[in-house]
Each structure stands twice: as structure tokens, then as C-alpha cells.
């Protein structure tokens, strides 16, 4: 009886090292966030890449579609129709418009990821890409909010599943909140939804 208690302990203490590591493997090369105090609240566009309006467009020539890794390019239209920027070319935007403009652009690769130099230039305007910890870091995401500039930020689902991204709308009380693409309702999500963790930084404006 005590060896078999001796091998459960063991297996426990080799489940819990197991789940340590992986978290740790899952959450490498992120960092924390906690915004300081509190932004403007803007009236938040909400868009889902689930809308069946758009949810079976195909990104670019690829075989992936809005639906299933639309997140990216819902946030972008959130973030245009936020921030005021318009396209000349896109008489409405929202995310079925964008993916056909970015589409007939060729601003997705062969695997319908997006290429942020041939974005830049098709939708004419300034874009940072922020990656790596030490930059991340340096960057002050509540400052950004409260010049009207809504940053795009990569996060894993639930914290440790799958890389997403989502639009920061406003800071409350040290929280930010975000629009989630795969949210179905038209409400903010707290960045802490996501362990407050994010993996790099991409906003875009217009001088």
C-alpha cells in the first residue's frame, strides 16, 4: 500500500512539473500588462469574424477563411472605422470589404497571412509592428488610447490556447478592454480574459 502511494505521489509531482512546463513553454516571449488609471471611452465598433456575412470569404488565395483566421483582419476594420481613416476605395468598411480590398491587393500570402508592408502601402498609412519583450515593454499602451489610437495586440485564447488578436478600445481602472473578433456579442472583453498577456503590438495611423 505504501509503494503504490509512493508511485500516485509520484505521478502528481510528474503531472505537475509536466503542466509547469508547458505553461511556461505556452506564455514564453509574452509579456504582463496593467494600464495606468483610466482612457476616454469611444463608442467601440464590434465586428465577428463568425458574421455570416463575410464568415466564408476566402483570405486572399489561400484556403483559410474569415471565419476561421479572420481575427486579424476584423480588428484592422474596427480599428480604420475607429480611428477615422478612410479608404477611398471601400465605400463601407467592415471586414468582408477589407478582406476583397486586401485580397485584390495581394496583402495575403499563399497561407492568407498578412503582409505588413504591402498593407502600409495599399491602405496609405503609418504602422508600427512592435515585437520581443524589452520592446513590448517600453511601449506605453495607454497612451496610445488616449491619443486616439487603438492598438491590435496578439494573445493566446484563454491565456495558453491558440494565438488571436484583438483590439484595445479603452483602459478602466487599470484594465484594458478589448473588441474580440470571436465574441459573438457586441460588448468589450477584458484583456485579463486573455492572462493580461501579450505576444506583440500592431497599430497603424495617418499623419
Known sequence: MKKKRTIIFLCI???????FCLTAFRVRGSVSVKGDGSTPSPDPVFFSQKDPLWAGDLLGDSSFTMETSGCLTACLAAELRM????????NAMDPGTLNSFFSGKQVYDKEGNIQWDPLSSALNVSLERINGISAMRK????ALLSEGIYPI???RVKGLGNFHYVLLVKCQDGQFWCMDPLHLEEELVPLSDFGNR???IR???RS
Open 139 to 142: 511601449t506605453d499602451l495607454t
Open 203 to 205: 497599430y497603424l495611423y
Open 13 to 19: 509531482i510528474l503531472l505537475l512539473a509536466a503542466a
Open 153 to 155: 495586440v496578439r494573445v
Open 83 to 90: 480611428q477615422d481613416i478612410s479608404i477611398p476605395e471601400i
Open 198 to 200: 501579450i505576444y506583440a
